[in-house]
């Protein structure tokens, strides 16, 4: 699997490359390949403290629709996260996560047998 990059190879400041590349990848191959490449990262450990980690991966399996994966990793963001600015973003986004699942719970009725 390659590894995606900005469109002009203009990384933000501070970014580390490889967080770059898994930042970009969902873009361009979908959020499948951006959250393998967030799961090689966590294998190598370097970043393993990066809450942003975290939060990209919760965002990646929000979009895939695996809302108890999205969950656990935006609490993981979420413990990790010290400046408030951060956690009110990573609470709401866990909480209109939260509350999509219970409005499926409350639409979905299983079929009459």
């Given at each position: 699997?390659?590894?995606?990059?900005?469109?002009?190879?203009?990384?933000?400041?501070?970014?580390?490359?490889?967080?770059?590349?898994?930042?970009?990848?969902?873009?361009?191959?979908?959020?499948?390949?951006?959250?393998?490449?967030?799961?090689?990262?966590?294998?190598?450990?370097?970043?393993?403290?990066?809450?942003?980690?975290?939060?990209?991966?919760?965002?990646?399996?929000?979009?895939l629709g695996q809302a108890p994966e999205a969950q656990a990793a935006y609490r993981k963001a979420l413990s990790m996260s010290?400046?408030?600015?951060?956690?009110?973003?990573?609470?709401?986004?866990?909480?209109?996560?939260?509350?999509?699942?219970?409005?499926?719970?409350?639409?979905?009725?299983?079929?009459?047998?």
């Amino acid at each position: 699997m390659s590894r995606g990059a900005p469109p002009d190879g203009a990384a933000p400041a501070g970014a580390a490359p490889d967080t770059v590349c898994a930042d970009y990848a969902p873009m361009r191959d979908g959020p499948a390949a951006g959250l393998a490449l967030i799961q090689d990262l966590h294998k190598e450990g370097e970043l393993a403290g990066y809450q942003w980690l975290y939060a990209a991966q919760a965002d990646l399996h929000r979009r895939l629709g695996q809302a108890p994966e999205a969950q656990a990793a935006y609490r993981k963001a979420l413990s990790m996260s010290q400046q408030e600015p951060e956690r009110r973003y990573l609470e709401r986004r866990l909480q209109e996560l939260e509350k999509n699942s219970l409005d499926v719970c409350r639409i979905w009725r299983p079929p009459n047998d």
